[in-house]
Protein backbone atom coordinates (compact mmCIF):
# COMPACT_ATOMS: atom_id res chain seq x y z
CA UNK A 1 0.00 0.00 0.00
CA UNK A 2 1.12 3.81 -0.45
CA UNK A 3 2.66 5.88 1.93
CA UNK A 4 0.50 7.63 4.43
CA UNK A 5 1.49 10.78 6.43
CA UNK A 6 0.74 10.95 9.67
CA UNK A 7 0.79 14.05 11.57
CA UNK A 8 -0.62 16.18 13.99
CA UNK A 9 -2.17 13.36 15.69
CA UNK A 10 -4.35 14.00 18.98
CA UNK A 11 -5.13 11.41 21.62
CA UNK A 12 -5.99 9.77 24.45
CA UNK A 13 -5.40 6.77 26.30
CA UNK A 14 -6.06 3.65 24.81
CA UNK A 15 -6.54 4.88 21.32
CA UNK A 16 -3.74 6.37 20.27
CA UNK A 17 -0.93 8.88 22.04
CA UNK A 18 0.48 11.63 20.13
CA UNK A 19 3.10 11.76 17.34
CA UNK A 20 3.31 14.87 17.29
CA UNK A 21 4.94 14.98 20.76
CA UNK A 22 7.69 12.48 19.32
CA UNK A 23 9.21 14.93 16.70
CA UNK A 24 11.83 16.06 18.74
CA UNK A 25 12.40 13.12 21.37
CA UNK A 26 15.68 11.23 20.88
CA UNK A 27 15.17 7.70 19.09
CA UNK A 28 16.76 4.38 19.56
CA UNK A 29 19.84 3.71 18.93
CA UNK A 30 20.81 0.62 19.89
CA UNK A 31 20.73 -2.50 16.97
CA UNK A 32 18.35 -4.26 18.82
CA UNK A 33 16.41 -5.10 22.14
CA UNK A 34 18.57 -7.10 24.47
CA UNK A 35 17.84 -10.26 25.26
CA UNK A 36 15.45 -11.09 27.59
CA UNK A 37 13.65 -7.68 27.19
CA UNK A 38 9.94 -8.05 28.52
CA UNK A 39 8.09 -6.10 26.06
CA UNK A 40 5.37 -4.62 29.03
CA UNK A 41 7.90 -2.99 30.79
CA UNK A 42 8.78 -0.60 27.72
CA UNK A 43 5.63 2.10 28.83
CA UNK A 44 7.74 5.25 29.89
CA UNK A 45 9.34 8.20 28.38
CA UNK A 46 12.69 7.24 28.52
CA UNK A 47 11.54 4.30 25.81
CA UNK A 48 9.79 6.54 23.19
CA UNK A 49 11.11 5.60 20.14
CA UNK A 50 11.89 3.06 17.76
CA UNK A 51 13.26 -0.18 18.85
CA UNK A 52 14.16 -3.56 16.37
CA UNK A 53 14.28 -6.71 18.00
CA UNK A 54 13.73 -10.57 16.77
CA UNK A 55 10.95 -12.12 18.44
CA UNK A 56 12.61 -15.04 19.87
CA UNK A 57 14.66 -12.66 21.92
CA UNK A 58 11.92 -11.01 24.16
CA UNK A 59 8.69 -11.64 25.78
CA UNK A 60 5.39 -10.77 25.83
CA UNK A 61 5.41 -10.01 22.03
CA UNK A 62 2.39 -10.85 19.87
CA UNK A 63 1.47 -14.29 19.45
CA UNK A 64 2.33 -15.85 15.33
CA UNK A 65 5.40 -13.81 14.87
CA UNK A 66 7.67 -14.49 12.05
CA UNK A 67 11.39 -14.80 12.46
CA UNK A 68 12.64 -11.82 10.58
CA UNK A 69 13.10 -8.85 12.24
CA UNK A 70 10.27 -6.70 13.88
CA UNK A 71 10.48 -2.79 15.15
CA UNK A 72 8.81 -1.61 18.66
CA UNK A 73 7.54 1.69 18.40
CA UNK A 74 6.73 3.55 21.86
CA UNK A 75 4.75 6.26 21.98
CA UNK A 76 4.34 7.66 25.73
CA UNK A 77 3.38 11.25 26.23
CA UNK A 78 3.26 10.87 30.01
CA UNK A 79 3.69 8.90 33.04
CA UNK A 80 0.21 7.26 32.64
CA UNK A 81 -0.20 6.87 28.64
CA UNK A 82 1.69 4.45 26.72
CA UNK A 83 0.28 2.86 23.41
CA UNK A 84 2.76 -0.03 21.54
CA UNK A 85 2.62 -0.86 17.86
CA UNK A 86 5.14 -4.06 16.61
CA UNK A 87 5.24 -4.11 12.90
CA UNK A 88 6.08 -7.34 11.90
CA UNK A 89 8.47 -7.48 8.69
CA UNK A 90 7.88 -11.41 8.05
CA UNK A 91 4.34 -11.31 7.98
CA UNK A 92 3.13 -6.89 7.11
CA UNK A 93 1.01 -7.06 10.07
CA UNK A 94 0.95 -4.53 12.79
CA UNK A 95 0.01 -5.17 16.27
CA UNK A 96 -1.29 -2.33 18.43
CA UNK A 97 -2.26 -2.30 22.15
CA UNK A 98 -2.02 0.36 25.20
CA UNK A 99 -1.19 0.35 29.00
CA UNK A 100 -4.05 -0.29 31.07
CA UNK A 101 -2.05 -0.27 34.14
CA UNK A 102 1.90 1.10 34.01
CA UNK A 103 2.75 0.15 37.55
CA UNK A 104 1.64 -3.35 37.21
CA UNK A 105 2.84 -3.77 33.79
CA UNK A 106 -0.44 -4.72 32.50
CA UNK A 107 -1.64 -4.11 28.79
CA UNK A 108 -5.06 -4.33 26.69
CA UNK A 109 -4.80 -7.34 24.21
CA UNK A 110 -2.97 -6.44 21.12
CA UNK A 111 -4.75 -6.00 17.61
CA UNK A 112 -3.59 -7.02 14.56
CA UNK A 113 -3.43 -5.76 10.96
CA UNK A 114 -2.57 -7.09 8.12
CA UNK A 115 -2.12 -6.83 4.56
CA UNK A 116 -2.82 -9.29 2.08
CA UNK A 117 -2.73 -7.56 -1.21
CA UNK A 118 -5.91 -4.96 -1.64
CA UNK A 119 -7.44 -6.53 1.21
CA UNK A 120 -7.13 -5.89 5.18
CA UNK A 121 -7.55 -8.86 7.05
CA UNK A 122 -8.54 -7.67 10.73
CA UNK A 123 -7.55 -10.04 13.26
CA UNK A 124 -8.50 -7.88 16.54
CA UNK A 125 -11.97 -5.76 17.34
CA UNK A 126 -11.68 -2.02 16.39
CA UNK A 127 -14.69 -1.10 17.20
CA UNK A 128 -18.21 -2.41 16.72
CA UNK A 129 -18.07 -3.25 12.92
CA UNK A 130 -14.97 -2.45 10.96
CA UNK A 131 -14.22 -1.61 7.28
CA UNK A 132 -11.48 -2.72 5.72
CA UNK A 133 -9.48 -3.03 2.39
CA UNK A 134 -11.07 -0.72 -0.33
CA UNK A 135 -13.14 2.36 1.14
CA UNK A 136 -14.22 2.76 -2.25
CA UNK A 137 -16.48 -0.74 -2.42
CA UNK A 138 -18.88 0.61 0.33
CA UNK A 139 -21.16 2.52 -2.19
CA UNK A 140 -24.50 0.54 -2.02
CA UNK A 141 -27.20 0.24 0.49
CA UNK A 142 -26.15 -2.62 2.22
CA UNK A 143 -23.21 -0.44 3.11
CA UNK A 144 -24.96 2.02 5.16
CA UNK A 145 -24.59 3.09 8.49
CA UNK A 146 -22.10 3.48 10.61
CA UNK A 147 -18.23 1.46 10.41
CA UNK A 148 -15.28 1.90 12.46
CA UNK A 149 -11.30 1.16 10.67
CA UNK A 150 -7.82 2.23 11.06
CA UNK A 151 -6.99 5.04 8.11
CA UNK A 152 -3.38 3.89 7.12
CA UNK A 153 -4.55 0.26 7.16
CA UNK A 154 -7.48 1.02 4.02
CA UNK A 155 -6.78 2.19 0.60
CA UNK A 156 -8.19 5.47 -0.55
CA UNK A 157 -8.78 7.20 2.56
CA UNK A 158 -7.73 10.82 2.58
CA UNK A 159 -4.11 11.11 2.30
CA UNK A 160 -3.68 12.72 5.60
CA UNK A 161 -6.02 10.81 7.54
CA UNK A 162 -4.55 8.76 10.06
CA UNK A 163 -5.63 6.74 13.10
CA UNK A 164 -8.97 5.58 14.03
CA UNK A 165 -11.62 7.16 12.34
CA UNK A 166 -15.72 6.24 11.55
CA UNK A 167 -16.55 5.94 8.67
CA UNK A 168 -20.97 6.80 8.09
CA UNK A 169 -22.26 5.79 4.70
CA UNK A 170 -25.16 7.48 3.57
CA UNK A 171 -27.35 6.60 -0.08
CA UNK A 172 -29.99 8.70 -0.69
CA UNK A 173 -33.33 8.05 -2.85
CA UNK A 174 -31.77 9.00 -6.25
CA UNK A 175 -28.70 6.55 -5.36
CA UNK A 176 -26.31 9.33 -4.50
CA UNK A 177 -23.81 7.86 -2.39
CA UNK A 178 -21.69 9.93 0.42
CA UNK A 179 -18.75 9.12 2.57
CA UNK A 180 -18.63 11.12 5.79
CA UNK A 181 -14.95 10.33 7.77
CA UNK A 182 -14.28 11.23 10.90
CA UNK A 183 -10.66 11.08 12.59
CA UNK A 184 -11.56 9.69 16.30
CA UNK A 185 -8.86 10.98 18.21
CA UNK A 186 -8.81 14.62 16.33
CA UNK A 187 -12.26 15.36 15.02
CA UNK A 188 -11.23 16.01 11.94
CA UNK A 189 -13.71 15.56 9.12
CA UNK A 190 -13.43 14.70 5.33
CA UNK A 191 -16.55 14.00 3.09
CA UNK A 192 -16.94 12.54 -1.09
CA UNK A 193 -19.29 11.84 -3.25
CA UNK A 194 -19.48 8.66 -5.65
CA UNK A 195 -21.74 9.67 -9.15
CA UNK A 196 -22.80 5.94 -9.56
CA UNK A 197 -19.44 5.99 -11.70
CA UNK A 198 -16.58 7.67 -9.72
CA UNK A 199 -16.18 9.13 -6.37
CA UNK A 200 -15.24 12.77 -5.87
CA UNK A 201 -12.03 13.92 -4.33
CA UNK A 202 -12.39 13.64 -0.41
CA UNK A 203 -13.08 17.00 1.24
CA UNK A 204 -11.48 18.80 4.08
CA UNK A 205 -14.57 19.57 6.43
CA UNK A 206 -12.42 20.83 9.73
CA UNK A 207 -12.83 23.80 11.33
CA UNK A 208 -9.96 25.61 10.62
CA UNK A 209 -10.22 23.96 6.76
CA UNK A 210 -11.15 27.65 5.88
CA UNK A 211 -12.20 28.23 2.07
CA UNK A 212 -10.32 25.65 0.67
CA UNK A 213 -12.60 23.14 -0.26
CA UNK A 214 -14.36 25.90 -2.50
CA UNK A 215 -10.92 27.09 -3.82
CA UNK A 216 -10.30 23.22 -4.92
CA UNK A 217 -13.93 23.62 -6.42
CA UNK A 218 -13.53 26.70 -8.11
CA UNK A 219 -10.16 25.32 -9.63
CA UNK A 220 -12.33 23.08 -11.26
CA UNK A 221 -15.04 25.16 -13.14
CA UNK A 222 -13.23 24.75 -16.46
CA UNK A 223 -14.58 20.74 -16.40
CA UNK A 224 -17.92 21.26 -14.04
CA UNK A 225 -20.66 23.41 -12.52
CA UNK A 226 -19.51 25.00 -9.39
CA UNK A 227 -22.93 26.21 -8.08
CA UNK A 228 -23.25 28.69 -5.02
CA UNK A 229 -26.87 29.10 -3.21
CA UNK A 230 -27.20 32.71 -1.70
CA UNK A 231 -29.47 32.68 1.25
CA UNK A 232 -30.43 36.45 2.13
CA UNK A 233 -33.07 38.89 2.37
CA UNK A 234 -33.95 42.29 0.13
CA UNK A 235 -30.50 43.01 -0.67
CA UNK A 236 -29.86 39.64 -1.88
CA UNK A 237 -32.86 39.80 -3.84
CA UNK A 238 -32.69 42.75 -5.43
CA UNK A 239 -34.77 45.50 -3.88
CA UNK A 240 -34.74 48.78 -4.84
CA UNK A 241 -32.46 48.75 -7.76
CA UNK A 242 -33.00 51.04 -10.37
CA UNK A 243 -30.84 49.45 -13.02
CA UNK A 244 -32.55 46.06 -12.95
CA UNK A 245 -31.61 42.95 -10.75
CA UNK A 246 -28.50 42.11 -12.47
CA UNK A 247 -26.73 45.23 -10.81
CA UNK A 248 -27.10 42.68 -7.36
CA UNK A 249 -23.91 41.63 -5.80
CA UNK A 250 -24.31 38.10 -6.62
CA UNK A 251 -24.67 38.70 -10.43
CA UNK A 252 -21.45 40.97 -9.93
CA UNK A 253 -19.41 38.08 -8.14
CA UNK A 254 -20.61 35.55 -10.43
CA UNK A 255 -18.72 37.28 -13.58
CA UNK A 256 -15.61 38.12 -10.97
CA UNK A 257 -15.28 34.16 -9.88
CA UNK A 258 -15.79 32.99 -13.21
CA UNK A 259 -12.98 35.30 -14.51
CA UNK A 260 -10.78 33.26 -11.44
CA UNK A 261 -11.64 30.48 -13.00
CA UNK A 262 -11.48 31.03 -17.13
CA UNK A 263 -14.48 31.21 -17.62
CA UNK A 264 -17.46 33.09 -19.68
CA UNK A 265 -19.78 34.75 -17.30
CA UNK A 266 -22.54 32.24 -17.49
CA UNK A 267 -26.26 32.66 -17.50
CA UNK A 268 -26.90 36.39 -15.84
CA UNK A 269 -30.21 34.46 -13.76
CA UNK A 270 -28.65 30.87 -12.77
CA UNK A 271 -32.50 30.44 -10.88
CA UNK A 272 -35.61 32.88 -11.68
CA UNK A 273 -38.07 32.33 -8.73
CA UNK A 274 -41.91 31.85 -9.81
CA UNK A 275 -42.75 35.09 -8.02
CA UNK A 276 -40.55 37.57 -6.53
CA UNK A 277 -41.48 38.99 -3.22
CA UNK A 278 -40.80 43.08 -4.21
CA UNK A 279 -42.83 45.27 -6.58
CA UNK A 280 -41.18 45.25 -9.75
CA UNK A 281 -42.44 49.29 -9.94
CA UNK A 282 -39.17 49.27 -7.49
CA UNK A 283 -36.49 46.90 -9.47
CA UNK A 284 -38.23 47.31 -12.59
CA UNK A 285 -37.42 44.45 -15.72
CA UNK A 286 -37.79 41.68 -13.40
CA UNK A 287 -37.18 38.37 -15.48
CA UNK A 288 -41.16 37.19 -14.31
CA UNK A 289 -44.07 37.64 -14.96
CA UNK A 290 -47.30 36.52 -13.16
CA UNK A 291 -50.80 36.72 -13.59
CA UNK A 292 -54.30 35.97 -13.18
CA UNK A 293 -55.32 33.48 -10.40
CA UNK A 294 -52.99 32.85 -8.14
CA UNK A 295 -51.23 32.73 -4.68
CA UNK A 296 -47.88 32.72 -3.28
CA UNK A 297 -46.04 33.63 0.08
CA UNK A 298 -45.93 31.38 2.19
CA UNK A 299 -44.58 28.44 1.34
CA UNK A 300 -41.98 25.98 2.32
CA UNK A 301 -40.67 25.33 -1.33
CA UNK A 302 -37.93 26.35 -3.60
CA UNK A 303 -35.03 28.79 -3.26
CA UNK A 304 -36.05 31.90 -1.87
CA UNK A 305 -38.91 29.87 -0.43
CA UNK A 306 -41.02 31.91 -3.48
CA UNK A 307 -43.00 29.38 -5.13
CA UNK A 308 -46.48 30.51 -6.30
CA UNK A 309 -49.79 28.62 -7.04
CA UNK A 310 -51.64 28.85 -10.67
CA UNK A 311 -55.01 28.00 -9.17
CA UNK A 312 -57.22 28.06 -12.91
CA UNK A 313 -56.68 28.72 -16.51
CA UNK A 314 -56.20 32.43 -16.19
CA UNK A 315 -53.52 32.08 -13.86
CA UNK A 316 -49.77 32.54 -15.85
CA UNK A 317 -46.11 32.77 -15.43
CA UNK A 318 -43.50 34.04 -18.20
CA UNK A 319 -39.94 33.27 -17.74
CA UNK A 320 -37.85 35.83 -20.02
CA UNK A 321 -33.71 34.81 -20.15
CA UNK A 322 -31.43 34.61 -22.83
CA UNK A 323 -29.39 31.05 -22.55
CA UNK A 324 -29.37 27.67 -23.98
CA UNK A 325 -31.08 26.03 -21.89
CA UNK A 326 -34.21 25.61 -19.18
CA UNK A 327 -35.55 24.05 -16.26
CA UNK A 328 -39.12 24.68 -15.04
CA UNK A 329 -38.66 23.23 -11.02
CA UNK A 330 -42.08 22.63 -9.63
CA UNK A 331 -44.02 20.56 -6.78
CA UNK A 332 -45.89 17.13 -7.32
CA UNK A 333 -48.66 16.51 -4.76
CA UNK A 334 -52.05 14.91 -4.46
CA UNK A 335 -54.04 18.29 -5.14
CA UNK A 336 -51.37 19.04 -8.23
CA UNK A 337 -52.52 18.93 -12.08
CA UNK A 338 -51.45 18.66 -15.53
CA UNK A 339 -48.79 21.97 -15.87
CA UNK A 340 -48.70 23.12 -19.36
CA UNK A 341 -44.83 24.34 -20.48
CA UNK A 342 -44.48 25.97 -23.29
CA UNK A 343 -40.90 27.47 -25.22
CA UNK A 344 -40.88 30.74 -27.16
CA UNK A 345 -44.96 30.60 -27.64
CA UNK A 346 -44.83 26.77 -29.71
CA UNK A 347 -46.91 24.08 -28.86
CA UNK A 348 -47.17 23.11 -24.76
CA UNK A 349 -45.91 19.59 -23.14
CA UNK A 350 -48.42 18.46 -20.90
CA UNK A 351 -46.68 17.17 -17.35
CA UNK A 352 -48.55 15.64 -14.86
CA UNK A 353 -47.48 16.89 -11.35
CA UNK A 354 -50.11 14.94 -9.75
CA UNK A 355 -48.98 12.83 -7.18
CA UNK A 356 -49.91 10.91 -3.85
CA UNK A 357 -46.53 12.03 -1.81
CA UNK A 358 -45.36 16.10 -1.87
CA UNK A 359 -42.23 16.20 -3.89
CA UNK A 360 -40.66 19.45 -4.44
CA UNK A 361 -37.86 20.22 -6.92
CA UNK A 362 -39.06 18.39 -8.98
CA UNK A 363 -37.63 19.32 -12.87
CA UNK A 364 -38.85 19.29 -16.30
CA UNK A 365 -36.21 20.51 -18.64
CA UNK A 366 -36.69 22.25 -21.95
CA UNK A 367 -33.43 20.63 -23.83
CA UNK A 368 -30.89 22.48 -25.74
CA UNK A 369 -31.84 25.69 -26.89
CA UNK A 370 -30.03 28.32 -29.43
CA UNK A 371 -28.22 30.89 -27.43
CA UNK A 372 -30.37 33.85 -27.37
CA UNK A 373 -33.47 35.17 -25.72
CA UNK A 374 -36.27 32.95 -24.45
CA UNK A 375 -39.20 32.84 -22.92
CA UNK A 376 -40.73 29.64 -20.91
CA UNK A 377 -44.93 30.42 -20.16
CA UNK A 378 -46.43 28.13 -17.47
CA UNK A 379 -50.21 27.65 -16.95
CA UNK A 380 -52.64 24.98 -15.80
CA UNK A 381 -54.03 22.00 -18.09
CA UNK A 382 -57.71 22.61 -18.94
CA UNK A 383 -57.43 18.43 -18.39
CA UNK A 384 -57.01 19.03 -14.83
CA UNK A 385 -59.47 17.78 -12.84
CA UNK A 386 -61.68 20.62 -10.70
CA UNK A 387 -59.98 22.26 -7.86
CA UNK A 388 -56.36 20.98 -8.82
CA UNK A 389 -53.79 23.59 -9.05
CA UNK A 390 -49.92 24.08 -10.12
CA UNK A 391 -47.01 24.16 -7.27
CA UNK A 392 -44.07 26.44 -9.32
CA UNK A 393 -41.03 26.80 -7.37
CA UNK A 394 -39.30 28.89 -10.81
CA UNK A 395 -36.90 28.08 -13.28
CA UNK A 396 -33.11 27.26 -13.55
CA UNK A 397 -31.51 28.74 -16.77
CA UNK A 398 -28.01 28.46 -18.64
CA UNK A 399 -26.32 30.41 -21.15
CA UNK A 400 -23.35 27.50 -22.49
CA UNK A 401 -22.77 27.28 -18.72
CA UNK A 402 -24.53 23.86 -19.05
CA UNK A 403 -21.11 21.25 -17.58
CA UNK A 404 -18.75 24.25 -16.10
CA UNK A 405 -18.48 27.78 -14.85
CA UNK A 406 -19.84 29.53 -11.80
CA UNK A 407 -23.21 30.01 -10.97
CA UNK A 408 -24.73 31.93 -7.83
CA UNK A 409 -28.42 30.96 -7.26
CA UNK A 410 -30.35 33.17 -6.24
CA UNK A 411 -32.51 31.88 -2.89
CA UNK A 412 -32.88 35.56 -1.59
CA UNK A 413 -36.23 36.59 -0.28
CA UNK A 414 -37.24 40.56 0.93
CA UNK A 415 -38.42 41.06 4.42
CA UNK A 416 -36.45 37.39 5.33
CA UNK A 417 -35.34 37.20 8.75
CA UNK A 418 -33.18 34.42 10.36
CA UNK A 419 -35.48 33.29 12.72
CA UNK A 420 -38.34 32.88 9.70
CA UNK A 421 -36.45 29.95 8.38
CA UNK A 422 -38.47 26.90 9.86
CA UNK A 423 -37.48 23.81 10.40
CA UNK A 424 -39.71 23.23 7.42
CA UNK A 425 -37.97 25.91 5.65
CA UNK A 426 -34.70 24.42 5.78
CA UNK A 427 -34.96 21.05 5.20
CA UNK A 428 -36.81 21.82 1.84
CA UNK A 429 -33.74 24.04 0.94
CA UNK A 430 -31.51 21.42 1.48
CA UNK A 431 -33.33 18.90 -0.60
CA UNK A 432 -33.00 21.43 -3.38
CA UNK A 433 -29.64 21.95 -2.99
CA UNK A 434 -29.09 18.02 -2.92
CA UNK A 435 -31.44 17.70 -5.67
CA UNK A 436 -29.47 20.72 -7.84
CA UNK A 437 -26.32 18.98 -7.30
CA UNK A 438 -22.78 20.54 -7.25
CA UNK A 439 -23.12 22.72 -5.05
CA UNK A 440 -19.91 24.19 -3.54
CA UNK A 441 -20.30 27.20 -1.35
CA UNK A 442 -23.76 28.50 0.79
CA UNK A 443 -23.58 32.01 1.65
CA UNK A 444 -26.17 33.26 4.29
CA UNK A 445 -26.53 37.26 4.57
CA UNK A 446 -29.30 37.55 6.89
CA UNK A 447 -28.98 39.90 10.10
CA UNK A 448 -30.81 42.93 8.74
CA UNK A 449 -33.88 42.42 9.77
CA UNK A 450 -33.33 40.26 12.63
CA UNK A 451 -31.70 43.12 14.04
CA UNK A 452 -34.66 45.47 12.66
CA UNK A 453 -37.44 43.58 14.33
CA UNK A 454 -35.19 42.41 17.53
CA UNK A 455 -35.77 38.46 17.38
CA UNK A 456 -34.62 36.63 19.59
CA UNK A 457 -31.25 35.68 20.10
CA UNK A 458 -31.46 32.00 21.28
CA UNK A 459 -33.83 31.82 18.27
CA UNK A 460 -31.66 33.27 16.22
CA UNK A 461 -28.59 30.49 17.02
CA UNK A 462 -30.99 27.50 16.76
CA UNK A 463 -32.04 29.00 13.26
CA UNK A 464 -28.71 29.32 11.95
CA UNK A 465 -27.32 25.51 13.38
CA UNK A 466 -31.04 24.49 11.55
CA UNK A 467 -29.88 25.65 8.45
CA UNK A 468 -26.24 23.91 8.48
CA UNK A 469 -27.81 20.53 9.94
CA UNK A 470 -30.80 20.88 7.65
CA UNK A 471 -27.83 20.60 4.93
CA UNK A 472 -25.51 18.37 6.33
CA UNK A 473 -28.10 16.05 7.26
CA UNK A 474 -28.82 15.50 3.32
CA UNK A 475 -24.94 14.73 2.86
CA UNK A 476 -23.69 18.18 1.73
CA UNK A 477 -20.47 19.01 3.23
CA UNK A 478 -19.86 22.16 1.28
CA UNK A 479 -18.45 25.50 3.01
CA UNK A 480 -21.41 27.48 4.91
CA UNK A 481 -20.54 31.06 5.20
CA UNK A 482 -22.24 33.37 7.70
CA UNK A 483 -22.42 37.19 6.54
CA UNK A 484 -22.93 39.97 8.55
CA UNK A 485 -23.12 43.08 6.36
CA UNK A 486 -23.19 46.90 6.94
CA UNK A 487 -25.33 48.59 9.59
CA UNK A 488 -28.64 50.14 8.15
CA UNK A 489 -29.61 53.74 9.72
CA UNK A 490 -31.94 52.54 12.04
CA UNK A 491 -30.17 50.64 14.11
CA UNK A 492 -26.85 50.12 16.19
CA UNK A 493 -23.48 48.57 15.11
CA UNK A 494 -24.17 46.81 18.85
CA UNK A 495 -27.50 45.45 18.33
CA UNK A 496 -26.16 44.14 14.91
CA UNK A 497 -22.81 43.15 16.61
CA UNK A 498 -24.96 40.90 18.98
CA UNK A 499 -25.91 38.46 15.58
CA UNK A 500 -22.55 38.55 14.66
CA UNK A 501 -21.25 37.10 18.10
CA UNK A 502 -23.87 34.36 17.56
CA UNK A 503 -22.64 33.70 13.61
CA UNK A 504 -18.97 34.09 14.76
CA UNK A 505 -19.82 31.47 17.68
CA UNK A 506 -21.44 29.33 15.10
CA UNK A 507 -18.81 29.32 12.93
CA UNK A 508 -15.92 28.42 15.72
CA UNK A 509 -18.55 25.42 16.54
CA UNK A 510 -19.67 23.67 13.35
CA UNK A 511 -16.93 22.11 11.09
CA UNK A 512 -16.72 23.54 7.59
CA UNK A 513 -18.73 26.38 8.91
CA UNK A 514 -17.07 30.46 8.45
CA UNK A 515 -18.07 33.82 9.34
CA UNK A 516 -17.42 37.37 7.67
CA UNK A 517 -18.12 40.54 9.05
CA UNK A 518 -18.67 43.05 6.67
CA UNK A 519 -19.94 45.41 9.05
CA UNK A 520 -16.14 46.58 9.34
CA UNK A 521 -15.57 46.93 5.90
CA UNK A 522 -18.92 49.20 4.35
CA UNK A 523 -19.91 52.18 6.27
CA UNK A 524 -22.86 52.71 8.10
CA UNK A 525 -25.83 53.79 6.37
CA UNK A 526 -26.14 57.67 8.16
CA UNK A 527 -29.62 58.84 8.01
CA UNK A 528 -29.04 61.23 5.24
CA UNK A 529 -27.90 59.09 2.60
CA UNK A 530 -26.61 62.11 0.60
CA UNK A 531 -24.40 63.13 2.78
CA UNK A 532 -20.39 61.95 2.08
CA UNK A 533 -20.63 59.41 4.64
CA UNK A 534 -22.35 57.05 2.69
CA UNK A 535 -19.67 57.55 -0.24
CA UNK A 536 -23.16 57.21 -2.96
CA UNK A 537 -23.25 53.39 -1.79
CA UNK A 538 -27.06 53.23 -0.52
CA UNK A 539 -30.14 54.07 -1.99
CA UNK A 540 -32.43 54.49 1.60
CA UNK A 541 -31.94 53.01 4.88
CA UNK A 542 -31.74 49.54 4.60
CA UNK A 543 -30.42 49.36 0.94
CA UNK A 544 -27.60 49.28 -1.50
CA UNK A 545 -27.25 51.37 -4.46
CA UNK A 546 -26.01 49.60 -7.57
CA UNK A 547 -22.55 51.10 -6.26
CA UNK A 548 -22.95 49.57 -2.87
CA UNK A 549 -23.58 45.96 -4.71
CA UNK A 550 -20.43 46.19 -6.29
CA UNK A 551 -18.42 47.01 -3.41
CA UNK A 552 -20.27 44.30 -1.52
CA UNK A 553 -19.34 41.91 -4.18
CA UNK A 554 -15.67 43.08 -4.31
CA UNK A 555 -15.66 42.52 -0.26
CA UNK A 556 -17.08 38.97 -0.44
CA UNK A 557 -14.78 37.91 -3.03
CA UNK A 558 -11.67 38.98 -1.16
CA UNK A 559 -12.61 37.01 1.94
CA UNK A 560 -13.63 33.53 -0.38
CA UNK A 561 -10.09 34.16 -2.39
CA UNK A 562 -7.67 35.80 0.48
Known sequence: MAWVTIANLKGVPGDAASLAELANRPKSTVPNLAVGTNLNTMHQQSHVGWWPFFAADVTNEPAGMGSAAAMLEVIAPNQFTAVQRVHDRNSRTTYERSVIDPNANTWSPWQSFAMNGDTLIVRGVIGHVSAFGNLDSYKTTEDMGFWTLWAPYNYNTPKDARGRCTLRVLVDPGGFVTHELTE??????????????????????????????????????????????????????????????????INKLQPALNRVAGNAEGATYPFIPAKYNMDGVITPNLPVTITGNFISGGYEWGYGWRAATLRDGTAKAVFTFTGTKASVMYVEGSSAGIMDVSIDGGAATAVNTNKATVNPARRWDTGALAYGEHTITVTLNAG???????????????????????????????????????????????????????????LVNLATNDTRHNSDLDEYRAAAEGIVNAIRARGQFMPIVFILPFIGADHTRGEMGRRGLILGNTASNMAGVQFVDLSLSMPKIPADQTTPEAQGLYSDDLHMSAQGHTIFAGHVLRALLG
Open 184 to 249: RESGRKWSRGYNGTTWDPWVDLSANAGYTPFKKALSLAKTRNVNIVAIGDSNTEGYHIDAGLNERW
Open 384 to 442: SAPGQVIFLEGILTWANDETRGVRIIDAGYSGQQMVGITSAKAASLSLTIAQTGDVDLV
